[in-house]
């Protein structure tokens, strides 16, 4: 790990900045075409300081967040109760269990290794419960496709997230 940043456990007091940073890094990736109605609805009520302070009450839920001199640079939430997209063959012969959510870093804190902790923290948490570690990834988002596939991961299958009237091809993903 960097002796620059820190990875630890997201707390209350981190709310707001986790907003901010969630809105920043997904309107940064997925708003290429700009603002609609539906992604402003979309992050006002879903990237908001009461979601993740919920998000952090959720048991089955990890926040875990990097910080460097106060700032926070990136998060990854982990759902360890959540295969709902997978169906039931691939949940019962893989054994996933543990989805990696979300995970988020600032475009400037890219190539810091970031990324890479916040995924192996994530794999490490799904180890600990006996459990592969599995995620859902934009199918136009080929940088991310790119981290994962060279971090061994392949496409399972797919999944779409809705938006309005838009349906968004995903891949779901794992090692």
Sequence with gaps: ?????????????DANRLAVLAAQVWTHTYCKQGINQD????????????????????????LTVVEQGGFLLAYALMDTASSAALN???RAQS????????????????GQGI????????EQLAASRQARLWLKVNAENTQAIRFYEKHAYQ?????YFELGEGRYLNYLMGQ
């Design 1 to 13: 790990m960097s002796a620059t940043w820190t990875l630890r456990p997201a707390v209350v007091s």
């Design 39 to 62: 992604i402003a609805a979309y992050v006002l009520s879903s990237l908001t300081p009461a979601a993740f302070l919920a998000t952090l009450n959720q048991p089955q839920l990890r």
């Design 88 to 90: 039931a063959t691939e």
């Design 95 to 110: 054994a996933y269990g543990v989805e990696l959510a979300t995970l988020y870093v600032q475009a400037h804190a890219a």
């Design 115 to 122: 990324g890479s902790a916040l995924l192996q923290h994530a």
């Design 155 to 159: 496409r399972l299958g797919d999944w």
